[in-house]
Protein backbone atom coordinates (compact mmCIF):
# COMPACT_ATOMS: atom_id res chain seq x y z
CA UNK A 1 0.00 0.00 0.00
CA UNK A 2 2.92 2.58 1.13
CA UNK A 3 4.76 1.77 -2.61
CA UNK A 4 1.66 2.59 -4.09
CA UNK A 5 1.21 5.48 -2.72
CA UNK A 6 5.10 6.82 -3.34
CA UNK A 7 4.50 5.68 -7.11
CA UNK A 8 1.53 7.68 -7.73
CA UNK A 9 3.16 10.46 -5.51
CA UNK A 10 6.19 10.45 -7.93
CA UNK A 11 3.95 10.30 -11.30
CA UNK A 12 1.82 13.13 -9.91
CA UNK A 13 5.26 15.33 -9.64
CA UNK A 14 6.90 14.11 -12.69
CA UNK A 15 3.52 15.26 -14.48
CA UNK A 16 3.31 18.62 -12.89
CA UNK A 17 6.76 19.14 -13.62
CA UNK A 18 5.90 18.45 -17.52
CA UNK A 19 3.01 20.44 -17.55
CA UNK A 20 5.32 23.63 -15.81
CA UNK A 21 8.20 23.00 -18.08
CA UNK A 22 5.35 22.98 -21.44
CA UNK A 23 3.64 25.98 -20.30
CA UNK A 24 7.04 27.77 -19.78
CA UNK A 25 8.59 26.61 -22.96
CA UNK A 26 5.56 27.95 -25.01
CA UNK A 27 4.60 31.26 -23.25
CA UNK A 28 8.41 32.32 -24.14
CA UNK A 29 8.26 31.05 -27.48
CA UNK A 30 4.23 32.46 -28.07
CA UNK A 31 5.77 35.95 -27.16
CA UNK A 32 8.58 36.14 -29.82
CA UNK A 33 7.14 34.76 -32.55
CA UNK A 34 3.48 35.39 -32.65
CA UNK A 35 4.05 39.22 -31.10
CA UNK A 36 6.19 40.23 -34.02
CA UNK A 37 3.59 38.56 -36.39
CA UNK A 38 0.40 40.20 -34.83
CA UNK A 39 3.05 43.69 -34.89
CA UNK A 40 3.46 42.98 -38.25
CA UNK A 41 -0.65 41.97 -39.41
CA UNK A 42 -1.50 45.14 -37.27
CA UNK A 43 0.56 47.44 -39.61
CA UNK A 44 -1.09 46.16 -42.80
CA UNK A 45 -4.65 46.17 -41.61
CA UNK A 46 -4.08 49.90 -40.09
CA UNK A 47 -1.90 51.02 -43.36
CA UNK A 48 -5.07 49.31 -45.70
CA UNK A 49 -7.56 50.68 -43.42
CA UNK A 50 -6.14 54.28 -43.76
CA UNK A 51 -5.87 53.45 -47.72
CA UNK A 52 -9.66 52.50 -48.01
CA UNK A 53 -11.02 55.54 -45.71
CA UNK A 54 -8.72 57.96 -48.11
CA UNK A 55 -10.33 56.41 -51.16
CA UNK A 56 -13.97 56.52 -50.01
CA UNK A 57 -13.07 60.24 -49.03
CA UNK A 58 -11.64 61.33 -52.26
CA UNK A 59 -14.70 59.79 -53.80
CA UNK A 60 -16.94 61.76 -51.22
CA UNK A 61 -15.54 65.09 -52.25
CA UNK A 62 -15.35 64.38 -56.38
CA UNK A 63 -19.39 63.34 -55.74
CA UNK A 64 -20.12 66.21 -53.48
CA UNK A 65 -21.63 63.64 -51.25
CA UNK A 66 -21.41 63.83 -47.43
CA UNK A 67 -18.59 61.73 -45.75
CA UNK A 68 -19.81 58.97 -43.54
CA UNK A 69 -18.88 58.17 -39.93
Not at 5 to 24: C, E, H
Not at 59 to 65: I, Q, S, V
Amino acid sequence: MRSMLVSLAVIVVVVLALVVFVTRRDRTRRQSDEDSAAVRQAGADRHRHDAQRQVASGLAERHGNPPTT
